[in-house]
DNA sequence: ATGAAAGCGCTAACAT
DNA sequence: ATGTTAGCGCTTTCAT
């Protein structure tokens, strides 16, 4: 009788009203949703809550434009904490999940699919039975490297994550083929793997202290950017540096950090968009879409080559 | 029969664990949580997603240590949005709600408050009836007065956030005090207000053309750091500065940023420890919780005044 | 137009 | 040790 119906009486109607700002009554969701058998939410899992997270903003806004709510959880980039948040969101009965996935094995996900749960995976793909959204490594460690060469370099290092992780696999990969496509070496040159300092440290000392040595970088996501001009300390504006993806203060650096930027926007609307499509229609094919990525030039991708100023 | 419990016989137990991974059964949480009567989760409600939340994180790893489950929900900066989280996190029946206060009125959580609904409110203050975890803003504005005027500043800028906001207001009025307790004069020295280019423009215009100009700075939070620092581009190391807000990047930059630091993991914990503390007794006095700051010396805040090297 | 009853999926208290 | 039942708070259907 709370839902606004039309066929009630006003005199009971305003008697309802009454009651229900006397008591301050609020429905209770859960009971609501058990009845009703939706739950008008969708879950998100991400990897971190302490580094910003612009795709989960733009999940957020595009949930509540569809009238949903969104619950989010963080997996602290840990396996078992992502099959206890998607396992909890299934638990809760949401209406979808996206989620970003962790390690290479999602088959706990497989009884969730079965039972018609919509599960969109962004960044990493999470196995052929799930639509994700990607955005495009190798075209953008193309454009990383084809600006790199354009200002001169022609001996370029990488330096990024671990390959068993996905992200990393691609942008290395990629980077291999840029150099083979055209004609370089790799000697000294590709420097996947953990991003600690002192990994970071010996590639640097391995890519910069070769006896070509490196005069231009490629790092393969924000922290590894970070690590290496952290590392470079003042020495950062003698070699040339595009980072994968793009970081709020890239800009204050100097020289600017030059990046491949992500797009969150499309990122975030594409995975709620497959998800709803996907709730909609169940039994259509499985989509990986790719998102574009772009270069901002902010200087350090620029720098002529050190002895050819 | 399916919780584990002691009197189960272990042919119908084997039986029903059958059953069980034979058709994938995942207890419906909601049917749970109604009939049991509680929700073992907690809602908490921040002001942004898009920027790293280290206080975000610090609550989900406490929730979890308290064995519970985190939703988590973003208010984007804005009353209305938290006045929707905070409401649908009450409608879920969470058992208890952290949240950062955005506007002054907080007033619709009475209702909550007297159902018996456990909040807390962390950075800012959401009204006397309301625990709250704040950082000691009046002694980081001082540490970092003390700071400038150790390094012979004499003429020190504040440039921060709008005073109606709690933070900012707090800080200005501890700047005012600083000032006024070292005998210095106020003229043309503080700048509370939005954090947009053309105002933090005007500001610095007016500290640093005055006739007795600032040679030293303190922002007000991370956004008027960032601002202040792109505004001043190579001049950034003429002028001495310190910001109220740690950022990620703060000790990358040239020179690095001296800080006042909050401690997000304090405030976390804390927050999380008065919310289960007020759940047990409902009927504790309400605390304030105060929370240090430290200063983190990088360089900027260490320079001399121009004209005394 | 209003009231009564059934049932969403579960757990707890009962009866066997 | 196992089976049955009532009821958490709601919505929907069916009777009045």
Redo the contacts with the bound molecule.
């Keep these: 009788v ?2 606004e119906d039309p ?3 006003p ?3 305003s008697r309802v009203r009454a009651a229900i700002s006397a008591l301050d009554y609020q ?2 969701e859960r ?2 949703q ?4 939706t739950s008008r939410t969708i879950g998100a899992a991400v990897r971190s809550f302490s580094e910003g997270h612009p795709v989960l903003r733009e999940i957020e806004l595009a949930t509540r434009a569809a009238k949903l709510t969104l619950l989010a959880m963080s997996t602290e980039d840990d396996e078992q904490r992502e099959r206890e948040a998607v396992l909890s969101m299934g638990r809760r009965r949401v209406d979808g999940i996206v989620f970003e996935p962790i390690g290479r094995n999602h088959d706990y996900l497989l009884p969730e699919i079965e039972a018609g749960m919509p599960i969109v995976a962004f960044d990493r793909p999470a196995g052929l039975y799930i639509d994700c959204v990607l955005s495009d490594n190798a075209a953008g460690i193309g454009i990383a490297y084809r600006q790199l060469s354009l200002h001169g370099h022609r001996r370029i290092a990488y330096i990024g994550d671990d390959e068993r992780i996905f992200t990393g696999g691609e942008r290395a990969g990629a980077f291999r083929a840029s150099v083979a496509a055209n004609g370089g070496s790799l000697d000294g040159m590709v420097h996947p793997g953990p991003i600690d300092s002192r990994r970071i440290a010996a590639a640097l000392d391995k890519a910069l202290g070769h006896e070509t040595p490196a005069t231009a970088i490629i790092t393969g996501n924000a922290a590894a950017s970070v690590e290496v001009i952290r590392q470079l300390g003042a020495e950062s504006g003698r070699v040339a540096m595009i980072g994968f993806d793009d970081f709020p203060l890239a800009e204050l650096l100097r020289p600017g950090l030059t990046v491949v930027a992500q797009d969150p926007a499309t990122i975030g609307r594409t995975a709620i968009d497959l998800l709803i499509a996907r709730a909609a229609d169940p039994k259509r094919p499985i989509q990986s879409m790719i998102v574009p990525v772009r270069l901002i030039e902010r200087g350090s991708g620029e720098l002529q080559p050190i002895g050819r100023t």
């Design positions: 709370v839902n066929k009630v009486g005199d009971l109607a429905p209770d009971a609501q058990l009845r009703r058998g």
